[in-house]
């Protein structure tokens, strides 16, 4: 059976571009091919990512046949095509990258991404309580430094600050771990509590998730954490550069290895609450909750995944959120970074879709730019080696992000 596509669907699709080589279409395959972007397109919580996606990945006509099919009644029908024509109305090529993302942000507007609702039910000089039924055991928690406001860098324009953690970071502790049976209580007590004083004598975490479940605060949530090393991670706000300042660092008492199998279901409990308080109290979007091998890297040799703890089967689902093994890698499209075969061979022989989302966006603004996407790497990596100099050489985020502000004229270098 085919299906013949509605005048006012045609010229939805006449409007964005896309050609239209037959009037008729097969439904079997447009349903397959939408369900599957569909599915992936509501992973991505920024609006202006999921446009982006959206128009990589797709012949656009299968998108709206897809919600010709979902829509029902007449009224929603025209409000979502009118929608359809607001969205995606033509305007001027983009010259730049900077172009490109400002072109897309007010294509489709503010995030509306809703955030859980969590409250403090008590607090005691031993532990906390919250609504969503998270305890927090805070009596062996330590101070560092204060977190300062960081910079967030936007292509050719100044950096923006900011002062709330902007993320998290989800890490597992490389250490020993015995068989997780009642004969072994006694010594899995004793590796939890040697695992909870390495990290408060390095100041490591954050918050660390044992094998019990049970949460421990380690390093205050307004202080540094040394977490995460070079890392990198961006949003709609732009790139986060070290994330020990912008984001907090969760560990769980587990091994790379291991997996989803080694993560006892208390610890998978631990972490959704902790995520939805976190969440709840610093508005984190769910985009930003990311694993330490997708934000870490190599400054000198731009390689990604210098750490690999959860490089793969972190169950993101299992706390509540999307499987953002599916967002564009940071360090790539951002800073031209790449990967090699050692981390390749880490991934299991395959990669995660991030990877090859990262390499089509990094196409798309060289294209915009005028330049092949080779020199449009050279120029990102450029641009990170600046602001890595300056991180090394000043210990102010203010005067890191002054120094680099004036890098990213692209069309001069």
């Not at 509501?42 to 998108?63: C, H, N, T």
């Not at 927090?136 to 900011?162: D, H």
């Not at 890392?231 to 969760?250: C, K, M, P, R, T």
């Not at 709840?280 to 890297?297: D, F, G, K, L």
Request: net charge positive; charged share 20%; proline share 6%.
């Amino acid at each position: 059976m085919a299906l013949r596509l509605t005048p006012l669907l045609k010229a939805v699709a006449h409007r964005i571009s896309i050609p239209i080589s037959t009037r008729w279409l097969r439904p079997s395959r447009l349903l397959e091919t939408a369900a599957v972007r569909e599915l992936r397109a509501r992973q991505i919580s920024d609006p202006v990512e999921r446009l982006r996606y959206l128009r990589q990945s797709s012949p656009a006509l299968e998108s709206v046949y897809s919600l010709e099919l979902t829509l029902t009644g007449a009224r929603r029908y025209m409000t979502a095509c009118g929608l359809l024509f607001f969205l995606l109305t033509p305007s001027p090529i983009p010259s730049s990258t900077r172009d490109v993302t400002a072109h897309e942000r007010r294509l489709v507007g503010a995030t509306s991404e809703s955030y859980p609702k969590v409250w403090a039910v008590e607090q005691t000089p031993e532990y906390e309580s919250y609504s969503n039924g998270l305890r927090i055991e805070t009596s062996l928690r330590v101070s560092n430094r204060a977190r300062k406001p960081f910079p967030i860098y936007i292509t050719g324009q100044p950096a923006s600050f900011a002062s709330a953690p902007a993320g998290i970071v989800f890490h597992t502790t490389e250490t020993h771990l015995a068989p997780f049976e009642a004969e072994e209580n006694t010594q899995l007590k004793r590796l939890a509590r040697n695992v909870i004083d390495a990290v408060r004598k390095n100041q490591s975490y954050h918050y660390l998730i044992d094998r019990f479940g049970r949460v421990f605060r380690v390093v205050e949530e307004g202080d540094v954490a040394f977490h995460a090393g070079w890392s990198i991670w961006a949003d709609a706000q732009g790139a986060y550069v070290n994330l020990n300042e912008s984001f907090l660092g969760v560990a769980f008492e587990a091994q790379t290895e291991g997996g989803l199998d080694k993560i006892q279901p208390a610890q998978i409990h631990a972490a959704r609450v902790l995520t939805e308080m976190l969440r709840s109290r610093y508005r984190i979007p769910e985009a930003n909750c990311v694993t330490h091998a997708q934000v870490s890297v190599n400054e000198k040799t731009f390689r990604i995944g210098y750490h690999t703890d959860w490089a793969g089967n972190f169950p993101f689902r299992e706390i509540g959120l999307p499987d953002n093994y599916m967002l564009p890698v940071a360090s790539m499209a951002e800073f031209g970074f790449e990967y090699d075969t050692v981390f390749v061979k880490v991934m299991g022989n395959r990669l995660w879709p991030g990877v090859g989302a990262a390499e089509a966006r990094l196409r798309e603004h060289s294209t915009a730019n005028g330049v092949a996407a080779s020199r449009w790497k050279s120029i990102l990596q450029q641009r990170f080696r600046n602001i890595a100099n300056q991180i090394v050489s000043s210990p102010s985020p203010v005067q890191t992000a002054n120094a680099v502000q004036g890098d990213t004229n692209v069309r001069s270098q």
